[in-house]
C-alpha cells in the first residue's frame, strides 16, 4: 500500500520526533520531581503555613486541564521557546501528581527509624536527606513508573504550541497525504506502545534490582 510505503520514507522524520518527544519527557519528569518532592516535604514536615501553601498549590496544579496550562505559559509574556515551554507547563501538572507519589513513600517509611535518627542526635535535614529520601525512591518506583508512562503520552499534547514531535510529525503526512488518517495514528499508536513499554520494563528491572529482602515488593 502506498500509506506504508510513505511511513517507510518518512521514518527518519518520526526518529527526530521520537527524540524531541524523550527530550520534553525528561524536561517535565524532571521539572515534576524537583516541584512535586517540595510539595511533598512541605506538606509531611513543614508549618501549618507551608503545608497550606503547598496543599493549595498542589489542588490548583491538579485542577487544571494541561492543555490549558501548556497555552498559558506558552502566552506568558516571557518569550519562551515551545519546547521549554511544553516542559514548564506539563512539569508543572506532573508535580501535583508526583507529589502524592512521594508523599505515600514518604508515610510509608516506618516512623520508628525517624525517632532513631532522632534519639542519635540527627537533625530534620539530615534525617530527611539520609533517612527517608533514599527509601522513598526505592518505594516510588512502583508507582512513578505509571507516571511516567502517563507523561510519555502526554508529550503529545506539545504539538499544539509548535513542538516537532512525534504527533506533529503525523500531522504533517496526513496533511500532504490528503488522508490516510487512520492508518498514520495506527502507526503513532504503536510507537507510543512500544516506547511506553520499553520505559516501563526498565523501571520494573530497576525496581527489582533495588528491592530489600524483607520489604514489600510489587506483585
Request: charged letters at 15%; one cysteine or more; hydrophobic letters at 55%.
Given at each position: 500500500?502506498?500509506?506504508?510505503?510513505?511511513l517507510?520514507?518518512?521514518?527518519?522524520?518520526?526518529?527526530?520526533?521520537?527524540?524531541?518527544?524523550?527530550?520534553?519527557?525528561?524536561?517535565?519528569?524532571?521539572?515534576?520531581i524537583?516541584?512535586?518532592?517540595?510539595?511533598?516535604?512541605?506538606?509531611?514536615?513543614?508549618?501549618s503555613?507551608?503545608?497550606?501553601?503547598?496543599?493549595?498549590?498542589?489542588k490548583?496544579?491538579?485542577?487544571?486541564?494541561?492543555?490549558?496550562?501548556?497555552?498559558?505559559?506558552?502566552?506568558?509574556p516571557?518569550?519562551l521557546?515551545?519546547?521549554?515551554?511544553?516542559?514548564?507547563?506539563?512539569?508543572?501538572?506532573?508535580?501535583?501528581?508526583?507529589?502524592?507519589?512521594?508523599?505515600?513513600?514518604i508515610?510509608?517509611?516506618?516512623?520508628?527509624?525517624?525517632?532513631?535518627?532522632?534519639?542519635?542526635?540527627?537533625?530534620?535535614?539530615?534525617?530527611?536527606f539520609?533517612i527517608?529520601?533514599?527509601?522513598?525512591?526505592?518505594?516510588?518506583?512502583?508507582?512513578?513508573?505509571?507516571?511516567?508512562?502517563?507523561?510519555?503520552?502526554?508529550?503529545?499534547?506539545?504539538?499544539?504550541?509548535?513542538?516537532?514531535?512525534?504527533?506533529?510529525?503525523?500531522?504533517?503526512?496526513?496533511?500532504?497525504?490528503?488522508?490516510?488518517?487512520?492508518a498514520?495514528?495506527?502507526?503513532?499508536?504503536?510507537?507510543?506502545f512500544?516506547?511506553?513499554?520499553?520505559?516501563?520494563?526498565?523501571?520494573?528491572?530497576?525496581?527489582?534490582?533495588?528491592?530489600?529482602?524483607?520489604?514489600?515488593?510489587?506483585?
Amino acid at each position: 500500500m502506498e500509506i506504508i510505503k510513505i511511513l517507510i520514507s518518512e521514518l527518519p522524520q518520526f526518529a527526530k520526533g521520537t527524540l524531541v518527544a524523550i527530550e520534553v519527557l525528561i524536561g517535565l519528569l524532571f521539572v515534576g520531581i524537583v516541584i512535586g518532592l517540595a510539595i511533598a516535604l512541605a506538606e509531611i514536615f513543614g508549618n501549618s503555613l507551608t503545608k497550606f501553601l503547598a496543599t493549595t498549590l498542589r489542588k490548583f496544579l491538579w485542577a487544571i486541564p494541561q492543555l490549558v496550562l501548556l497555552f498559558l505559559v506558552f502566552y506568558l509574556p516571557f518569550d519562551l521557546n515551545p519546547m521549554l515551554a511544553a516542559i514548564i507547563a506539563l512539569g508543572l501538572c506532573s508535580s501535583a501528581f508526583q507529589s502524592q507519589i512521594f508523599r505515600g513513600a514518604i508515610l510509608s517509611v516506618q516512623s520508628g527509624q525517624i525517632e532513631a535518627a532522632k534519639a542519635m542526635g540527627m537533625s530534620r535535614p539530615r534525617t530527611i536527606f539520609y533517612i527517608v529520601i533514599p527509601q522513598m525512591i526505592r518505594l516510588s518506583i512502583g508507582p512513578w513508573t505509571n507516571e511516567f508512562s502517563s507523561e510519555l503520552k502526554d508529550t503529545s499534547l506539545a504539538y499544539v504550541v509548535g513542538v516537532v514531535e512525534i504527533m506533529r510529525n503525523a500531522k504533517y503526512i496526513i496533511a500532504y497525504t490528503y488522508g490516510n488518517t487512520a492508518a498514520v495514528y495506527l502507526f503513532v499508536g504503536i510507537l507510543y506502545f512500544t516506547l511506553t513499554r520499553i520505559g516501563t520494563y526498565f523501571f520494573y528491572k530497576l525496581e527489582d534490582r533495588l528491592w530489600v529482602p524483607g520489604f514489600e515488593k510489587r506483585s
